[in-house]
Antibody, heavy 126, light 111 residues
Framework: QVELQQSGPGLVKPSQTLSLTCAIS??????????WNWLRQSPSRGLEWLGR?????????DYAISVKSRITINPDTSKNRFSLQLNSVTPEDTAVYYC????????????????WGQGTLVTVSS | QSALTQPASVSGSPGQSITVSCTGT?????????VSWYQQHPGKAPQLMIY???HRPSGISNRFSGSKSDNTASLTISGLQAEDEADYYC???????????FGGGTKLTVL
């Protein structure tokens, strides 16, 4: 049974860095058949994919263009978890943030997100 | 503005069937059989209900079914129950700059 447990602060000041962690149980962050994603949800932007990390003989990362200059997603194999860092946040980054496991097909295309973390409401405010 | 287009709301009475549509392009819905549907209750995380257009994960009721025609996918819920009242989001693999795109969500009200 795969479970994802998110942790991190719910309040971040403008211009600072948002940091969240997603602990994995029931699977491995180094899995060759899964990928580990961060998404967010807000009334103004809906559900938005932010980026992912996955291992296929080596580590890969992909990021959404909208946040590419500010985002880092890192795996932590020693603790079987992955993290999100979003720099230089503004009030527009206020949202519920989710981590999720991506399912991949034979062609390494991500076909769905089958397990999600519980969500973390992050408010950007001074 | 979401990449996939869904109606903002649908409603139905207990026992009835409803269908939610999801329209995309040939770069996502129409080009691949990787449409998925998520149910989200207030304050909860999305839950996968349908993947690969029409497949149900283990534990999901067979009252939920999915289909696709050209650039439009559909989610049908039969035998509506009060517990089905939630927001529903479609998603698709995309060959664009992001690997996954979402619809704006449809609020289902069970009357």
């Amino acid at each position: 049974q795969v479970e994802l447990q998110q942790s991190g602060p719910g309040l971040v000041k403008p211009s600072q860095t948002l940091s969240l962690t997603c602990a994995i149980s029931g699977d491995s962050v180094s899995s060759n058949s899964a990928g580990w994603n961060w998404l967010r949800q807000s009334p103004s932007r809906g559900l938005e994919w932010l980026g992912r990390t996955y291992f296929r003989s080596k580590w890969y990362n992909d990021y959404a263009i909208s946040v590419k200059s500010r985002i880092t997603i890192n795996p932590d194999t020693s603790k079987n978890r992955f993290s999100l860092q979003l720099n230089s946040v503004t009030p527009e980054d206020t949202a519920v943030y989710y981590c999720a496991r991506g399912v991949y097909n034979w062609n390494n295309q991500m076909t769905c997100l089958d397990h999600w973390g519980q969500g973390t409401l992050v408010t950007v405010s001074s | 503005q979401s990449a996939l287009t869904q109606p903002a709301s649908v409603s139905g009475s207990p026992g009835q069937s409803i269908t939610v549509s999801c329209t995309g392009t040939s770069s996502d819905v129409g080009g691949y059989n990787y449409v998925s549907w998520y149910q989200q209750h207030p304050g909860k995380a999305p839950q996968l209900m349908i993947y690969d257009v029409s497949h149900r994960p283990s534990g999901i009721s067979n009252r939920f079914s999915g289909s696709k025609s050209d650039n439009t996918a559909s989610l049908t819920i039969s035998g509506l129950q009060a517990e089905d009242e939630a927001d529903y989001y479609c998603s698709s693999y995309s060959s664009s700059s992001t690997p996954v795109v979402f619809g704006g969500g449809t609020k289902l009200t069970v009357l």
